[in-house]
């Protein structure tokens, strides 16, 4: 069966330091990865999107970027953080076809201080 | 463009009555809508999806979805509420332009069932 990590569960960060969270997938191959940020427990704002490796593609301009070097993994990094980057950081996979459903990793909390 | 809208921020419900969470979509073409349901400090959990076919989905844990065309509407209903059920739902629609096959969310409902 696919599963979905994706850690450290809660982080705290000093305004200006670099970020590194990491998400990786096991039990399939090619999957489809998403960086989702939700802030103040609600909506999702889809950060970046992969459909392959080394693919990326970008929804809003802000102060992270991502990276897929490997086929199921899926790295969100910043070189100095905001206080705005603070939130709940959420991966997700889903399969090729159109009609699947995504899976979400069980989140990072970020509070940058 | 497609998207998704939860019009009640939130849902109360006495435990054992029946519960109702709506969303209502835009999107060109035959849409493909999922519910997700979301624990406090937790990812995303995969309820049910509306592809095609019957237009009442059944999903996880009881919940059942019934797509309506005409009403643009895709409401997420359950006829005995638990306490259990309290969380954080979300209604999403597939992005089918592009690479990537995006899901795009709404804003989600809190759901609050009552003893």
């Known amino acids: 069966s696919q599963t979905i990590h994706q850690w450290p569960a809660t982080l705290v960060q000093p305004v200006g330091s670099p970020l590194s969270l990491e998400c990786t997938v096991e039990g399939t191959s090619n999957p489809n990865l998403y960086w989702y940020r939700q802030a103040a427990g609600r909506g999702l704002q889809l950060l970046f999107y992969?459909?392959?490796?080394?693919?990326i593609s970008s929804e809003v301009p802000q102060n992270l970027s991502a990276s897929r070097p490997q086929d199921r993994q899926f790295i969100l990094s910043s070189k100095k953080l905001l206080l705005s980057d603070s939130g709940f950081y959420l991966c997700a996979w889903s399969a090729y076809p159109r009609d699947s459903e995504a899976f979400f990793g069980q989140g990072t909390r970020l509070t940058v201080v | 463009a497609q998207s998704v809208a939860q019009p009640e921020d939130q849902v109360n419900v006495a435990e054992g009555n029946p519960l109702t969470v709506k969303c209502t979509y835009s999107v060109s073409g035959n849409p493909y809508l999922f519910w997700y349901v979301q624990y406090p400090n937790r990812g995303l959990q995969f309820l049910l999806k509306?592809?095609?076919?019957?237009?009442l989905v059944k999903g996880s844990y009881g919940f059942e979805a019934e797509f309506n065309k005409s009403q643009t509407s895709f409401h997420l209903k359950k006829p005995s509420a638990l306490v259990s059920d309290s969380a954080l739902y979300f209604c999403a629609v597939r992005d089918m332009g592009g690479q990537g096959g995006k899901l795009i969310f709404g804003q989600g409902t809190e759901l609050s069932v009552k003893p």
């Open positions: 992969s459909v392959g490796i080394g693919q």
């Open positions: 509306y592809i095609t076919g019957d237009n």
